[in-house]
């Protein structure tokens, strides 16, 4: 076996899944790369992780399900139970007679017989059809809270998923799914990091035991179009990582983690993997916390990448797909 690092772990308030780990590597990748991503996966696990994301969108289920059986066969792992596995139903599935299909088809994908965790990747529901976007405006179609969040519960009664729970969900969608649910949402997945701390939605999800996770904890994809990223440019992150020894990156997970907040990091080279664990053992002053706190607001990921700039809503409020906290 490989020498790993300890990574902690979190218990879900609901659901029989094993402890969350408090990093997770994620595999989100465009255009899709299956080989870059079982490699990244393998030598993921040989530096510690345990916790693997994925989602149907990404098409990344099926490399990841090569790599934990390889990282099995060759002693890497002693078995699947050592993981914890999360992957999320994309919106042109969000209608309650395809969600247990969709999940059936994610396990057939990654050679499992249960996920750890299964999200609903947006609160927006989309005509059925390929799983691709851009999508057309018109294609988005009411969502109907109750009957999907009624599916995603069978599926954890059915042992198919050990725990449920969302993503990309504001306060006022989780209040929907809350006032369905009988067994309510043990994670809601979020962009999250120092440069969109999410404030209000923490307090709310802290109030009502549902576990924050964060992505694009260093910054994550620049859909707008400038290049930049407000979490690796930081100056305020770069002075206290340099005056700690440490990496913006590092400095960034730590911060996340102290907020009892779950990251979902991304990264396929094999250092970075491992400099991504090493934010334990060490803490932040409460001057950098501070410091922190004040660095400006800008969120990156909105609902509106999921369309096509052509067209219009038909059968929706466009207020109903805003994913921004007020």
Not at 28 to 44: H, I, M, Q, Y
Not at 123 to 147: C, H, I, S, Y
Not at 156 to 165: N, P, W
């Amino acid at each position: 076996m490989a020498s790993t690092t300890a990574v902690p772990e979190v218990a879900l308030r609901s659901g029989s899944a094993r402890p969350m780990p408090a990093v997770g590597m994620g595999t989100a990748s465009f255009p899709p790369a299956p080989g870059a991503t079982k490699d990244a996966v393998l030598a993921a696990i040989e530096v510690g992780y345990r916790h693997f994301d994925t989602a149907a969108m990404y098409r990344t289920e099926r490399p990841l399900g090569d790599a934990v059986a390889e990282a099995a066969r060759c002693g890497l792992l002693r078995s699947r139970e050592e993981l914890f596995v999360t992957s999320k139903l994309w919106c042109t599935q969000c209608h309650p007679d395809l969600v247990l299909p969709s999940l059936r088809e994610t396990l057939k994908n990654l050679q499992m017989e249960y996920l750890d965790l299964y999200l609903i990747h947006w609160p927006v529901a989309l005509k059925p059809g390929p799983l691709t976007f851009p999508k057309r405006k018109e294609d988005a179609v009411p969502f109907d809270f109750e009957g999907v969040w009624r599916a995603m519960e069978e599926c954890q009664r059915l042992g198919l998923a050990r725990a449920i729970g969302v993503s990309n969900f504001t306060t006022r969608h989780l209040d929907r799914v809350l006032a369905a649910a009988t067994i309510p949402p043990a994670v809601n997945q979020v962009e999250l990091n120092p440069a969109w701390q999410q404030r209000t939605l923490r307090a709310y999800c802290a109030d009502r035991g549902v576990h924050v996770a964060a992505y694009s904890p260093l910054g994550g994809q620049n859909w707008d179009g400038t290049g930049s990223n407000a979490v690796l440019e930081s100056e305020v992150l770069a002075g206290i990582a340099k005056a700690r020894g440490k990496s913006v990156a590092q400095v960034a997970l730590r911060w996340i983690y102290e907020q009892g907040v779950t990251s979902i990091v991304k990264s396929y080279n094999k250092e970075r993997l491992r400099q991504n664990l090493d934010i334990f053992g060490w803490e932040l002053t409460d001057e950098d916390r501070l410091k922190i706190s004040q660095i400006p607001q800008k969120k990156t990921v909105t609902a509106w990448g999921l369309f096509s700039q052509e067209g219009e809503f038909t059968s929706v409020d466009p207020a109903d797909l805003d994913i921004v906290e007020p």
